[in-house]
């Protein structure tokens, strides 16, 4: 695919390997970047082709490709950092760098903001059947304009309702806890490093996670995906739930059993949901399976993994990225590894 660079003798060398995926709309700044590193853009990169493109370069730039020890270990010796463009590095065998002295970066905090308004902007479509009249009216259906009542679809305040965060003790837990209490809401968490019943400084308790199914008018998750939480919110969870409450998922898809979500929604263990994430393991992530339960469900939003793709999140990209270059040559190390 298209590539494009800059040059200048006395910097390291730096590819990206799909820089299409942060700058598909062309508005960003890379000049930060450019100041630290000669330049080598790709817009995407398949696997086969990854091994070619990091020859003679210093550092690897990546969004969400994985890059398995087979990968890493072939990488040249010249490769001494590879940039996770995001906040997760699952995708990177941090083993396999470690044994080959490669440091590894990523970016736990660019998403922040943007990741709290979706949670944000998820609670307040819910409350108010938002999509669902979004979509009677697109359709030119007036039948909630016409009665003008929206008869049983869920309509109601968010204030003095409860918020669970599954493992969201996080700076984007921390920052959506601020916003709903500023709303009027209650927030409890789960925790893999908080006993259950300690407080936070901000007044969230930490409770466990059968209370906090049992609880909450509003879940979401926060956790990362490893071996403990992949497949663990499913039906089991799920039927703990009130049968007025919402379940949110913007972390990472394989948490949630969709297939038991699918089934107890049909059964109305549930009200709905809004989902932002699906697969795992490529770049961009997979999409939601053209078969699944979920295309067409009125009590669901759905929207295309969009969390972290506003303009200013994905230029904090490139101006946190370029701090992490600094951070790693002053430091020789990685913030991962």
Aim: aromatic share 4%.
């Amino acid at each position: 695919m298209r590539a494009s660079s800059t040059a200048a003798s006395d910097l390291p060398s730096l590819v990206m390997l799909n820089a299409g995926r942060i700058n598909f709309d062309g508005k960003l700044d890379f000049s930060p970047l450019e100041k630290l590193a000669n330049i080598t853009q790709y817009d995407t990169t398949s696997e086969e082709q990854i091994i070619e493109r990091v020859q003679g370069h210093d550092i690897v730039l990546n969004k969400e490709m994985p890059l398995p020890s087979h990968i890493v270990n072939s990488f040249p010796p010249s490769v001494k950092l590879i940039s996770e463009l995001g906040t997760g590095y699952n995708n990177i065998s941090t083993s396999s760098c470690t044994s080959k002295s490669i440091s590894v970066n990523s970016l736990p905090t660019y998403a922040t903001s943007a990741m709290s308004q979706q949670v944000i902007t998820s609670i307040l479509a819910l409350s108010s059947s938002l999509h669902t009249q979004i979509i009677s009216l697109t359709k030119n259906d007036r039948t909630y304009m016409s009665q003008c009542h929206l008869g049983p679809l869920p309509h109601s305040e968010v204030s003095s309702k409860t918020l669970g965060l599954i493992g969201g003790l996080g700076t984007i837990g921390t920052s959506v806890t601020k916003t709903a209490q500023s709303m009027g809401m209650n927030v409890i968490s789960t925790s893999s490093s908080k006993p259950v019943g300690h407080s936070t400084d901000i007044g969230v308790e930490v409770v466990d996670v059968e209370r906090l199914f049992k609880e909450s008018d509003y879940v979401s998750i926060h956790c990362p995906l490893n071996k403990d939480t992949e497949g663990m919110v499913g039906k089991r969870l799920i039927e703990m739930m009130k049968p007025t409450a919402f379940l949110i998922n913007t972390s990472r898809g394989p948490i949630l059993n969709s297939e038991d979500l699918i089934d107890c929604l049909k059964r109305g263990v549930i009200a709905g949901a809004a989902l932002d994430v699906y697969g795992e393991g490529s770049a961009p992530p997979p999409a939601l399976e053209e078969g699944s339960g979920l295309w067409g469900m009125e009590k669901v939003i759905l929207t295309p993994h969009i969390g972290w793709q506003r303009l200013e999140t994905r230029q904090r990209i490139v101006d946190m990225t370029a701090e992490g270059i600094v951070m790693w040559r002053e430091e020789g190390k990685g913030n991962v590894c």
